[in-house]
């Protein structure tokens, strides 16, 4: 049996780590394989950090925020990829979209994960959510022949925002990342350009954990992260 392969696709550099590192490492744990695609570095709006630099260049924060996610892709076992199609606003092109779908039909992954659908602070999270949603149609034929190559429909979910209660996000699943988060503080502690987001993120960890907790009863959980299903999951019985 081949591994489970996970698709995670940010808007920006960072977004999988603060939002799905925990998930990647427990898949990749388990003998999955992942990748995580960023549309864009996050190098206009969200590298306030590297821009204290009076000599900053576009491009060098680039390369940096580069680096910075390859290191946190590879703590929690992913494999990065990148389209640098700028932040802020990200623009989607037909041809964006012609990319995306191409890598989801050559790596055929049984679960994707991206943004919501809204966020009315950030402009730039919708528009990965419409890319990656068209994307995923025109790879999966649902089960109907095609004139052109698909790959089989995978899962479709999207991670916790910022702010939840106004981005429409109400949680279906939650991931127990509790022997892995120390994997998941490694990856933040790499992402220099938005340290900021460290504590708020580790906080969000301990709250879904104890969210967990009361689903299952169990009191090993200490840490968790939180998706929402988008597709309804298959199964034989309940």
């Avoid at 996050?42 to 821009?51: H, V």
């Avoid at 260049?57 to 640098?84: C, P, Y």
């Avoid at 790959?151 to 990342?177: K, M, N, R």
Wanted: proline share 6%; charged share 25%; net charge negative.
């Amino acid at each position: 049996m081949s591994a489970r392969r996970l698709l995670v696709v940010g808007a920006h550099s960072a977004d999988f780590v603060w939002r799905a590192a925990g998930a990647i490492a427990k898949h990749t744990m388990a003998g999955g394989e992942a990748v995580v695609l960023a549309l864009s570095y996050g190098e206009r709006g969200e590298s306030g950090e590297l821009w204290k630099d009076p000599n900053q260049t576009v491009e060098n924060v680039k390369r940096l925020r580069h680096a910075e996610a390859e290191r946190a892709a590879a703590m929690v076992g992913a494999r990065l990829e990148t389209f640098d199609l700028g932040d802020y606003p990200l623009r989607i092109r037909d041809e964006d979209i012609d990319r995306l779908a191409a890598l989801m039909r050559e790596y055929a992954p049984h679960v994707v994960v991206t943004h919501p659908d809204r966020d009315p602070f950030n402009p730039d999270h919708p528009v990965a959510h419409t890319a990656v949603a068209t994307a995923r149609q025109l790879t999966a034929g649902a089960g109907v022949s095609s004139g052109f190559r698909t790959a089989p429909p995978s899962e479709f979910l999207v991670f916790e925002p910022h702010q939840p209660e106004l981005c429409g996000f109400v949680p279906t699943v939650f991931v127990d990342i509790t022997d892995v988060m120390a994997a998941k503080q490694e990856a933040m502690a790499s992402m220099g350009a938005q340290g900021y987001l460290r504590d708020y993120y580790t906080q969000r960890a301990d709250q879904r954990g104890n969210h967990a907790r009361r689903v299952t009863g169990d009191p090993g959980i200490r840490q968790a992260e939180a998706f929402q299903r988008l597709i309804p999951n298959v199964v034989g019985a309940l």
